[in-house]
């Protein structure tokens, strides 16, 4: 199978590159390397063994993306091209829109001219928003609580619009819970362009002396330790959960929602002591003020995933601190 991986040089899009190729899936990346690196393409060919066709575009040229399928005889894509920070989505909403919303209606418009109908789409937990019940299902009422969540939310209400309108459309929306960690090789990783503000990365900036101490936001919440409490994903795993959810695609019509996570939660002092085992470094911490927006806790009911993708998440918070700690090094 052809498969377009639009965002494909990122963090997800390039260890789910990884996973399909060394599966035997023929893989095409899209991206217009706002937030990563062209190196990539290299780094997926020395682990998997395959060179990936590469594209240096927008997702949002309309023409370009409609030659890329016609080329490549695309039978699905994979939708990751996309803004990711809950910050910069609110002093900037109009490049969020812009990029993932828009970016949206112009690969939906390509592919539906192509008549490509098979299309996974990079979804968020952040559509929650705060939950009202623990483990939270795909049932969970959405209520994102910035513009990068309700650009996610909108977009999934178009896919189920498209849908409705034409039955060809066979379309799966990934809510991914917090995708942590690295390819056990230590090739590729997570590698934001400007300073990280999730939890992995600054971890891993403080392990490797690139910054002092890691700020902890709160530690007074409702938790066992008083800080908060995540569904972290090994990125491999995550990687694994798009093959499953292409193999669904194939057989199922309509839009179809799924929880991508593990369903434990951890806290954010555990992260900390599990990546100092893992290094062998010590990560001074600093208690600070809750982060506004964030939640208590937030875990994932996986049993959706588990019953009709037949897949789940095997790695542990262990092996998502050794493979980014892996990569942290080889920087
Ligand atoms: P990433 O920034 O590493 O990857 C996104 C890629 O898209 C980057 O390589 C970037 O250069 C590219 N891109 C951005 N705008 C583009 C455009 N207009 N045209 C073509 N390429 C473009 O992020 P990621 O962590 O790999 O996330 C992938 C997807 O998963 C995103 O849609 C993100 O919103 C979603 N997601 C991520 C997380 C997370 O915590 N990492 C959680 C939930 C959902
Ligand atoms: C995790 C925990 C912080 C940094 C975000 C997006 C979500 C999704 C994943 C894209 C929280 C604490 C963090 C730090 C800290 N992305 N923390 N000090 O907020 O759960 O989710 O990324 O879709 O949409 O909102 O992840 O990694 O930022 O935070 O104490 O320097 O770590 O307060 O409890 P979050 P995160």
Not at 97 to 103: A, D, E, H, K, L
Not at 116 to 139: M, N, Q
Not at 244 to 250: H, I, P, V
Not at 252 to 275: D, K
Request: glycine share 8%.
């Amino acid at each position: 199978m052809n498969i377009l991986l639009t965002g494909g040089t990122g963090y997800i899009g390039s260890h789910t590159a990884v996973e399909l190729a060394m599966r035997g899936y023929n893989v095409i990346l899209l991206d217009n390397l706002e937030n990563s690196s062209e190196k990539v393409v290299d780094q997926i060919a020395a682990i998997s063994g395959v060179r990936c066709a590469f594209v240096k575009g927008d997702v949002r040229d309309r023409f370009l993306v409609k030659g890329i399928l016609r080329e490549h005889q695309i039978d699905a894509v994979i939708h990751f091209a996309g803004l990711k920070s809950v910050s910069d989505s609110v002093s900037d909403p109009l490049s969020y829109y812009s990029t993932n919303f828009v970016g949206t209606v112009e690969l939906v418009a390509a592919m539906s001219e192509e008549k490509v109908f098979r299309l996974i789409f990079s979804s968020s937990a952040t559509v929650y928003g705060t939950p009202s019940r623990l483990p939270v299902d795909e049932h969970h009422p959405t209520n994102p609580l910035n513009p990068y969540g309700r650009s996610k939310l909108h977009v999934e209400e178009f896919l189920h619009d498209v849908a409705n309108a034409s039955s060809g459309w066979s379309i799966v929306c990934l809510r991914y819970f917090n995708p942590a960690g690295a390819h056990e090789s230590g090739l590729i990783g997570e590698k934001p362009t400007s300073r990280p503000n999730n939890l992995l990365p600054v971890i891993s900036e403080v392990a490797s002396g690139q910054r002092k101490k890691l700020d902890v936001y709160g530690d007074d919440y409702d938790t066992a330790d008083g800080t908060g409490v995540r569904d972290f994903i090994h990125v491999m795993d995550l990687a694994g959960g798009h093959e499953a959810a292409l193999r669904f695609a194939n057989k199922n019509s309509g839009v179809t929602t799924f929880n991508l996570g593990t369903g434990l939660g951890y806290s954010v002092l555990e992260m900390v002591r599990s990546y100092e085992r893992a290094s062998g470094q010590s990560i001074p911490i600093e208690f600070a003020q809750r982060r506004s927006g964030d939640v208590a806790s937030c875990y994932a009911d996986t049993s959706k995933a588990g019953n009709l993708l037949n897949w789940k998440a095997t790695r542990t918070l262990e092996d998502m601190c050794a493979s980014s700690w892996r990569y942290t090094k080889a920087q």
